[in-house]
């Protein structure tokens, strides 16, 4: 196996799951605001915002795409091992963060979604309390761009 196809696995998985994740956040989200609908169809701004915050993290994976390429030129075929391999960790990385943050913040904008669906009002503390996950998605992908910098 050529270095470049490890990194490329790099890049995949921090794409893919990122976006995975986002996707079933978004979903869980979503599902729930359908359900608040049919209750309070007044806090439709809410359940968007909510909805749509999730999906945050499948852009990180993106942009994550983007900072290992301005790096280590992932395009030219010449990648030493060493590089390859720290694309590859900096993409599972940002990859299994985005996944496992996003599912839970769907989670919490779900829960917060029903409340609001039931009269409370909880909206702006949902989204303070649904953006800790997201820190840790920030701090991964700030963790990616560290290791491209570092092994330049």
């Known amino acids: 196996m050529e270095p470049i196809v490890l990194a490329y696995i790099g890049i995949g998985l921090m794409v893919g799951l990122a976006g995975t ?10 599902s ?12 439709f701004g809410s359940y968007l915002l909510l909805t749509a915050l999730p999906g945050s993290q499948g ?15 992932l395009l030219t075929p010449d990648i030493t091992w060493i590089k390859a391999g720290a694309v590859f960790g900096a993409g599972l990385a940002v990859g299994l963060v ?10 919490v904008c779900a829960n ?11 909206a ?10 997201e820190l840790y998605a920030i701090i991964a992908l ?11």
């Open 112 to 122: 917060g979604i029903a409340a609001i669906g039931s009269g409370h009002d909880v």
């Open 98 to 107: 985005g996944l496992l943050s996003s599912y839970r913040q769907g989670q």
């Open 59 to 73: 852009l990180y994976g993106f942009a994550g795409y983007f900072l290992m390429s301005n790096f280590f030129g």
């Open 32 to 43: 729930a605001s359908v359900g608040a609908m049919k209750k309070n169809p007044d806090g």
């Open 142 to 152: 700030a963790a990616a761009y560290m290791i491209g910098a570092a092994v330049i």
């Open 124 to 133: 702006g503390k949902t989204l303070i309390l649904a953006v800790f996950p």
């Open 21 to 30: 994740g986002s996707a079933f956040g978004c979903s869980a989200a979503g």
